[in-house]
T-cell receptor, first 113, second 111 residues
Framework: DGGITQSPKYLFRKEGQNVTLSCEQN?????MYWYRQDPGQGLRLIYY???????QKGDIAEGYSVSREKKESFPLTVTSAQKNPTAFYLC????????????FGEGSRLTVL | QKEVEQNSGPLSVPEGAIASLNCTYS??????FFWYRQYSGKSPELIMF????GDKEDGRFTAQLNKASQYVSLLIRDSQPSDSATYLC???????????FGIGTKLQVIP
């Protein structure tokens, strides 16, 4: 079955540590996105990519980094520079040109201890 | 002015009633609108999209778009307890390269 796989589902991190969240899709979608969700704030865009080896900052990119070396993969690194990283992170993909029709992974819940 | 505004709720309706969820947006250039449903602790899933003024029906769901007044609505007929979730409106921006979401309206259907 086609879909988006995010791992890990739950992650605990100490302050000052970088963590990388994995996102893999087998939908053959060109576009991929990372969103962050906090209670009462909806989804906020961190980074997005429309083609391999190219990506753009979203609305809240500070303290995050991404790479897009393969079409299927779009990992997100939460660096120690991110001041409030505890959140629910969602990876999504879409067909190029059908931006509003997003397919989401199950999400990764990051807690900083 | 926020790009998109939704009442966070909760909106409580009795089982079998019509639930009406609303969203207003500020960008008059927006052309298409999307409704996502998100169950607690889960990821969002697309349930409806609408591009033209007027109504679009899909089963118990009807999306309504009024571009002149800059609002989009989602009606859920014969509401069921399984419809209890947060409903997010969304629309593309930035040259159609990214999607902006509202904060979502939490719907509670009371048996």
């Amino acid at each position: 079955d086609g879909g988006i796989t995010q791992s890990p589902k739950y992650l605990f991190r100490k302050e000052g540590q970088n963590v990388t969240l994995s996102c893999e899709q087998n939908l053959n979608h060109d576009a991929m996105y990372w969103y962050r969700q906090d209670p009462g704030q909806g989804l906020r865009l961190i980074y997005y990519s429309q083609i391999v080896n190219d990506f753009q900052k979203g609305d809240i990119a500070e303290g995050y980094s991404v790479s897009r070396e393969k079409k299927e993969s779009f990992p997100l690194t939460v660096t120690s520079a991110q001041k409030n990283p505890t959140a629910f992170y969602l990876c999504a993909s879409s067909i190029l040109g059908y931006t509003g029709e997003l397919f989401f992974g199950e999400g990764s819940r990051l807690t900083v201890l | 002015q926020k790009e998109v505004e939704q009442n966070s709720g909760p909106l409580s309706v009795p089982e079998g009633a019509i639930a009406s969820l609303n969203c207003t947006y500020s960008d008059r250039g927006s052309q298409s609108f999307f409704w996502y449903r998100q169950y607690s602790g889960k990821s969002p899933e697309l349930i409806m999209f609408i591009y033209s003024n007027g109504d679009k029906e899909d089963g118990r769901f009807t999306a309504q778009l009024n571009k002149a007044s800059q609002y989009v609505s989602l009606l859920i007929r014969d509401s069921q307890p399984s419809d209890s979730a947060t409903y997010l409106c969304a629309f593309p921006k930035g040259g159609y390269q990214k999607v902006t979401f509202g904060i979502g309206t939490k719907l509670q259907v009371i048996p």
